[in-house]
């Protein structure tokens, strides 16, 4: 047998594999330390060909290698199909860069950034080690191993996750085994990244090398945050209960109510009612999405609505958040009185057979709607039970038998809110303005639209067809339905779905990233760029500038049309000197009544006629026949004022004459001398009988 490097040895030991992802230090405020359970043989490690000998693949090497072939471990029935069922949210990895023995690379620093910068993963930290010595305390587990033997360069991983994944998923995302693969409880994440650089009391006490401050490469401030975690143990911070870590991690979504219920059941149920103010209280401090896309889907009864728009949901989930399952991402719209009872921050909400009447139920008026449906979205709470609901959504999809112009106008429309006040409509822009998406199923399609204000090429009233797609939606999902081998019924709808949605979904991600990600303008330059502030003097400037202009304008309009008045005159003018002259006869009030013409003019006169049409070719855009038309219809008022002004004048006159008659008559004057005399000798009689009787004038 060839002479091997006693280095190699100690790089497989069994101390080193039966405990692959345990920091020694790292206990904290659980226990850290992996189970037993995940440990490899030594033979596998350190095989040797009895014949040949030359070193054989341990038997972890030969199944990685088999991974996405026909023998794949991690299938039903194999070796790692156990990681397929296991997972969590927090993880812990450990892998050597190379199998020395033949020289094999096992990890790269490029597959650990590419693995750390999956979409999922919140927070990570690692460190690649090669400098670690073996220890008194890895002796004590194996005395074959050599003190201070040194072992060969491996790399550490502390990953924090956003939601759920199974170690499988981990394990192929780094290229390792499962067993390499610790999940870990998310309150524990600090503690696995203080490991990293052996900068701990416990690390130190042991003699392991202390790793400088940039051997760690993390996503956030590791090192301020593992600062003030050990000041807080230092402090005596109790330890917590397993019912408060619980609540610890609802409270921080470090935990869904739903990975609550399934990891910790007896927990959850115990403390359910609390759970759920916690995490309502979680909820409220998430921020708004930075774009929101809301769809509309409309059609007949029993066209297929519904299964299009669960489609459509399970197709926008798999691409925008496939970290999530599918009770985490789709929410569906209970009836309008419990809509949002149950939501969780899922981030697609489907309001299946919601009218706009219904919206107003569920957001008590427009401001509301409004507000859920603004495709810049700012914090928007909804009262329900068991507390507020922070409406964090990124997409919302709207099934309805409306057509988008109803459904607009309904949104937009006069109502009354619920205190019986009438609430008056506006404009309609503002509801078009927040649905980018419009899909109609008929009988045998789906024809897809996008507004055009999202486009830039239209105003947001208007609907750019960018897909029809030949399918009887309902059909096709009853023959999906009888299909009984669930393997092939869920391969055959995953291809129907990514038929059916394939060209919605790349128009989706086309609209919000062309929304959510700032773009420039022509010139290369951003719009916020460009802010231009005008103050003070220049301000007053600016105005009486403005004004000016706006003088201007509207002199020259007043100019216009006065010039157009002056012409219409001159029309007038020349039609009246016409019917002065006119020989026709019908209608014209000029004509002399011996005119043995009677014409009607019911086609007009020939000779206004030809006024008319010779103004129009000189350019007059005035019509002169309308503008006589008003000017006649004027004078005709103003003549009916003048007769009615007229007649009230005279009644008014003969009354005051009466009153004056009566007053003589009570005075005992001879009323003979008024009727016989004239004027001036009436005002002599009475001017005598005045005298006569020596009294006053009684008018």
Not at 179 to 197: G, N, Q, T
Not at 288 to 313: D, Q, Y
Not at 359 to 387: C, E, N, Q, T, W
Not at 390 to 407: G, K, M, Y
Request: charged share 25%; hydrophobic share 40%.
């Amino acid at each position: 047998m060839p002479s091997v490097d006693p280095v190699v040895l100690v790089d497989f030991v069994a101390a080193d594999i039966k405990r692959p992802c345990q920091p020694p230090n790292a206990r904290g405020t659980l226990d850290l330390s992996p189970p037993r359970t995940a440990s490899v043989d030594l033979v596998d490690l350190v095989d040797f060909d009895p014949l040949g000998e030359e070193p054989v693949l341990p038997e972890s090497l030969r199944l990685l290698a088999q991974v996405g072939t026909d023998d794949d471990p991690y299938a039903e029935g194999g070796p790692w199909a156990y990681a397929n069922e296991t997972g969590g949210r927090c993880f812990w990895v450990m892998q050597y860069a190379e199998y020395q023995p033949t020289a094999q690379t096992l990890l790269t620093d490029a597959q650990v950034q590419h693995a750390v910068n999956r979409k999922g993963v919140t927070r990570w930290a690692y460190a690649w080690h090669d400098r670690d010595t073996v220890t008194e305390d890895d002796v004590k587990r194996d005395p074959a191993l050599v003190l201070d033997a040194l072992k060969s360069r491996h790399c550490h991983v502390a990953e924090l996750r956003k939601s759920f994944a199974t170690i499988a998923q981990v394990a192929r995302a780094y290229g390792v085994a499962p067993e390499r693969v610790e999940v870990k409880p998310p309150s524990a994440f600090l503690d696995m990244v203080a490991y990293l650089d052996h900068s701990g009391e416990h690390q130190q006490a042991e003699g392991k090398f202390l790793y400088p401050a940039d051997a760690v490469h993390a996503n956030f401030d590791w090192g301020g945050e593992v600062a003030k975690h050990r000041l807080a143990r230092k402090e005596g911070q109790p330890s917590l209960t397993p019912r408060d870590q619980l609540r610890q991690a609802v409270m921080h979504g470090e935990m869904t109510l739903k990975q609550a219920r399934e990891q910790r059941p007896i927990g959850y149920a115990n403390d359910l009612p609390r759970l759920r103010e916690l995490w309502a209280d979680f909820m409220r401090t998430q921020p708004s999405p930075p774009f929101r896309l809301n769809a509309h889907i409309s059609g007949g009864g029993k066209m297929g609505k519904s299964p299009v728009a669960e489609l459509l949901a399970r197709a926008l989930a798999d691409v925008l958040f496939p970290d999530l399952d599918y009770d985490d991402a789709i929410y569906w719209a209970g009836s309008p009185a419990v809509a949002l009872q149950h939501y969780r921050g899922q981030p697609i909400i489907v309001w299946n057979e919601y009218r706009a009447v219904d919206f107003f139920k569920v957001f008590a008026g427009r401001s509301g709607i409004f507000s859920a449906f603004d495709v810049h979205p700012l914090p928007f709470d909804v009262h329900m039970l068991y507390g507020d609901r922070r409406l964090s959504q990124v997409i919302n999809i709207i099934t309805n038998v409306n057509d988008p112009a109803e459904f607009m106008s309904g949104l937009a429309g006069t109502y009354k809110n619920r205190h019986g006040e009438t609430i008056e409509a506006e404009d309609v822009t503002q509801a078009w303005g927040r649905f980018p998406l419009f899909l109609a199923v008929r009988a045998e399609s789906v024809e897809c639209f996008v507004n055009a204000g999202f486009e830039g090429s239209g105003p947001y009233t208007e609907l750019v067809p960018f897909a029809q797609i030949s399918v009887r939606v309902r059909d096709s999902k009853e023959q999906l339905g009888v299909i009984e081998d669930d393997v092939i019924r869920a391969a055959e709808e995953r291809a129907f779905a990514g038929l059916l949605t394939g060209s919605v979904v790349e128009k989706c991600r086309e609209i919000m990233s062309r929304k959510a990600i700032a773009s420039t303008d022509a010139d290369g330059e951003p719009a916020y760029h460009k802010v231009i502030v005008v103050d003070g003097d220049d301000l007053t400037e600016k105005l009486a500038l403005e004004s000016a202009e706006k003088l201007r304008v509207l002199e020259a309009d007043a100019e216009r049309r006065r010039g157009e008045n002056n012409r219409a005159r001159v029309v007038a003018d020349r039609i009246k000197v016409v019917k002065d002259f006119c020989t026709c006869g019908g209608g014209n009030p000029y004509a002399k009544p011996s005119n043995p013409y009677k014409a009607d003019h019911e086609r007009g006169c020939p000779a206004i006629e030809r006024v008319h049409e010779e103004m129009m070719a000189a350019g007059d855009v005035v019509s002169a026949t309308a503008w006589v038309k008003r000017q006649n219809d004027a004078e005709a008022r103003w003549a009916a004022l003048a007769v009615d002004a007229e007649a009230q004048r005279a009644a008014v006159a003969q009354k005051n004459l009466e009153d004056k008659a009566a007053r003589v008559r009570d005075n005992g004057l001879d009323l003979s001398v008024l009727i016989s005399a004239g004027s001036g000798r009436c005002d002599d009689g009475l001017r005598k009988n005045n005298d006569a009787r020596n009294s006053p004038g009684i008018f």
